[in-house]
Nanobody, 118 residues
Framework: QVQLVESGGGLVQPGGSLTLSCAAS????????MCWYRQAPGKEREFVAK???????NYADSVKGRFTISRDNAKNTVYLQMNTLKPEDTAIYYC????????????WGQGTQVTVSS
């Protein structure tokens, strides 16, 4: 079992920046890729960014060039640096962690609200 706790959300003006954190605890052995998703009101949850155990990254087209995902394995924490924020970035942001168990498992955090508004 893995527990994920997101933090760092809040209100920011368009063009501003925020950095989200996701701290993992519990049975984190064999944890591989970690991801950020987001869900805006009335919309389905969507993929935002992924980082593998060796640091390879992937981003949704909507955030590419503006967001940066990173991880600190010593702190069991993944980050999402969000720059040049737009109103359409407003959503609840969720952390997701994947474990290479049999069967493979994933875990979700509780989410943190990001609101981009002038």
């Amino acid at each position: 079992q893995v527990q994920l706790v997101e933090s760092g959300g809040g209100l920011v003006q368009p063009g501003g920046s925020l950095t989200l954190s996701c701290a993992a605890s519990g049975s984190i052995f064999s944890m591989n890729a970690m991801c950020w998703y987001r869900q805006a009101p009335g919309k389905e949850r969507e993929f935002v960014a992924k980082i593998t155990s060796v640091g390879s990254t992937n981003y949704a087209d909507s955030v590419k060039g503006r967001f940066t995902i990173s991880r600190d394995n010593a702190k069991n924490t993944v980050y999402l640096q969000m720059n040049t924020l737009k109103p359409e970035d407003t959503a609840i942001y969720y952390c997701r962690a994947f474990q290479s168990n049999v069967p493979p498992r994933s875990y979700w955090g509780q989410g943190t609200q990001v609101t981009v508004s002038s």
